[in-house]
């Protein structure tokens, strides 16, 4: 079963740069490969930066359930 932004992609998104763009052929029209969504937040037990409400509100952007991961070592080495 596609997904709901799949869906709506071939419905709604594809035919219409279709015809804004005038393709010839409907594969020269853009395709989405990957979405990735990440969010970082700290263990605080109150407001936003909460990883249970950060992680609620991905459920319902995504509509996928949220995986927690921790980080493994401090990247501040890496700052530019």
């Known amino acids: 079963m596609a997904s709901r932004y799949r ?3 071939e ?3 594809r035919p219409e740069l279709l015809a804004k763009f ?3 052929n409907v594969h020269m029209v853009p395709r989405v490969e990957k979405v ?3 969010v970082a ?3 605080r037990p109150s407001g936003l930066d909460n990883p249970i409400a950060a992680a609620f509100m ?3 952007i995504t509509g996928q359930q949220a995986k927690f991961t921790r980080i493994r ?3 501040a080495r890496y700052k530019t």
């Open 7 to 9: 869906l709506f992609y």
């Open 41 to 43: 937040t700290r263990l």
């Open 11 to 13: 419905t709604v998104v």
């Open 22 to 24: 005038q393709y010839k």
């Open 73 to 75: 070592k401090a990247n």
């Open 58 to 60: 991905l459920e319902l």
């Open 36 to 38: 990735t969504v990440s």
